[in-house]
């Protein structure tokens, strides 16, 4: 069975400072990979996914992430935190029909 | 567009009692989904909807109940209520399956005393 594990239920970083926040998987086969975002009291949404083609996917509010299929991962990345980043971090990963969820990341900006 | 829409937005149930949780998604998604959140455990997929008329079990289908009658709106049931389902409850839709963005509600928080 496929599974995500997101290292790291909190992070705490410095505004300005780079953010990491790390997933990885087990998947018998190259899977589709998300990261989704939620803000305090809000539901999911969608800030980046890989399906196939370049490795290094960019999303939304500045958000990288790069597929490293010999590692098994999807680690999220940020240049220079801000303080609106401030909210949970979930990874995802779909592969044979099914969508796994990791327990999230937690991440604080402190000023 | 309002996108994906829930209510209640917050309730407080005894054991045993019943509730429907509403979801409404005005953008002509074929694919609807419950999910719970659960502290620490990520969330966790209920039931969901290929299409109107359609369902079919998730990962923790046990004491709920769903319908699909029209395909804008997906009702979440719990008849029999437990405190294990205290959770926060999200529905979702996409344009295809499982494997495509998905597009989430704000929640519903249900506490069961």
């Known amino acids: 069975a496929q599974s995500v594990t997101q290292l790291g239920s909190h992070v705490s970083v410095s505004e300005g400072a780079l953010v990491l926040l790390r997933c990885n998987y087990s998947s018998s086969v190259p899977p589709y990979l998300f990261w989704y975002v939620q803000y305090p009291n809000q539901g999911l949404q969608l800030l980046l996914k890989?399906?196939?083609?370049?490795?290094l996917v960019k999303g939304i509010n500045g958000f990288e992430a790069e597929f490293k299929k010999s590692e098994t991962s999807f680690h999220l990345t940020k240049p220079s935190a801000h303080m609106s980043d401030a909210a949970e971090y979930f990874c995802a990963v779909f592969n044979l029909g099914k969508l796994v969820f990791g327990q999230g990341t937690r991440l604080t900006i402190n000023p | 567009n309002a996108g994906v829409t829930q209510t209640p937005k917050f309730r407080v149930l005894k054991t045993g009692q019943s509730m429907t949780l509403l979801c409404a998604q005005d953008?002509?998604?074929?694919?609807m989904y419950w999910y719970r959140q659960d502290p620490g455990m990520g969330l966790r997929l209920i039931h969901y909807s290929v299409g109107e008329g359609t369902t079919a079990k998730g990962e923790v289908p046990d004491g709920y109940n769903v319908s699909r009658l029209k395909k804008q709106n997906f009702l979440l049931g719990l008849e029999s209520a437990a405190p294990s389902q205290t959770s926060v409850y999200f529905c979702?839709?996409?344009?295809?399956?499982?494997?495509?963005?998905?597009?989430f509600g704000p929640g519903t928080r249900l506490l069961v005393l």
């Open positions: 979702a839709s996409s344009w295809v399956g499982l494997g495509e963005t998905q597009y």
């Open positions: 890989y399906t196939t083609g370049a490795t």
């Open positions: 953008m002509n998604h074929e694919y």
